[in-house]
């Protein structure tokens, strides 16, 4: 039970946080999953946010598949293993509704405010900055391989930024390079 409450905590912080969306807080969320509750591995936290990003509907809702593992990693039952999965995602998700649907009545009322404009042109580069932090968090892990001498792998690298460059010049749906991402993996990296 105190597992649960801890998975609540956690959740709600990261909800209230996570300002210009889910992917802003994943910095932070892999620390307190990984690191500082021990709930997943660096690269269980990587696959568990590639199957987030691959899954009809919000990516986020990756979070309830750490509540999940959490539950099963305290030596819970597969019941509290789902009643974990459900407190993390009401968690993740309730919080910032509430917030946001409580903003959003008092920030119309400013339409006509000057600084409005101001404030939502300044929140545009945090918000810019959060992403990229996001994308170093789960890069590194994913790119990362202590067995080697050099601790980078040059191929995950590589298709990472293969993948990026296609995206900025191609209008391509994600999840299918996901999936061939994981198709070479399959094939190239599996001894590694």
């Excluded at 946080?17 to 802003?24: I, P």
């Excluded at 999940?68 to 998700?93: D, E, I, P």
């Excluded at 009545?105 to 918000?127: C, L």
């Excluded at 999840?175 to 990296?189: E, Q, T």
Aim: with cysteine.
């Amino acid at each position: 039970m105190r597992e649960l409450v801890s998975l609540l905590n956690v959740f709600c912080l990261l909800s209230l946080l996570a300002v210009g969306g889910g992917s802003a807080v994943l910095p932070q969320m892999e620390h307190e999953t990984v690191t500082v509750h021990k709930w997943v591995t660096a690269d269980d936290f990587a696959t568990i946010y590639s199957l987030g990003q691959m899954a009809p509907g919000p990516n986020m809702t990756m979070v309830g598949l750490i509540g999940f593992k959490a539950a099963n990693h305290s030596g819970m039952s597969n019941a509290w293993a789902l009643a974990a999965m459900l407190v993390v995602l009401f968690a993740f998700y309730l919080p910032s509704s509430f917030l946001t649907y409580a903003v959003s009545h008092i920030w119309d009322s400013f339409k006509e405010n000057p600084w409005r404009d101001s404030v939502q042109k300044g929140m545009a580069p945090i918000t810019i900055g959060l992403m990229l932090a996001g994308v170093h968090a789960v890069g590194k892990t994913a790119s990362y391989n202590p067995a080697h001498s050099f601790h980078f792998n040059s191929l995950t690298i590589s298709i990472g930024l293969a993948v990026t460059v296609w995206l900025f010049l191609n209008r391509t749906n994600p999840a299918l390079l996901i999936l061939l991402g994981g198709v070479v993996g399959w094939f190239f990296l599996r001894g590694i």
